[in-house]
């Protein structure tokens, strides 16, 4: 399964990227794993999506972790607070 991922504010900032096209390994199937998955690469990673008020989007619309993906899906995360 392939992803779009992007980052936005303060955690494009900390992991150095905005976007990204990811092939998922199996058992990333939900936005919470995929996040997990993310947070795993490196300290800075786990600090930019390790806040218990990290935001996330699943196709636009604001989800949960608990949201299964689907192939061909964008992802976002993003703080509680973003600035216009």
Known sequence: MA???KFFASV???VGVSSE?????????TVGALR??????????QQALG???LRMA???VM???DTALA???EVAFFPPVTGG
């Open 36 to 45: 997990d998955h993310l947070a795993a690469r490196s300290d800075s990673w």
């Open 63 to 65: 989800c949960g972790a």
């Open 21 to 29: 096209s990811l092939a998922l390994p199996d058992g990333v199937a």
């Open 51 to 53: 806040h218990p008020a």
């Open 58 to 60: 699943y196709n636009q």
């Open 12 to 14: 494009r900032e900390t």
């Open 3 to 5: 992803v779009t991922v």
């Open 71 to 73: 192939d061909g899906a």
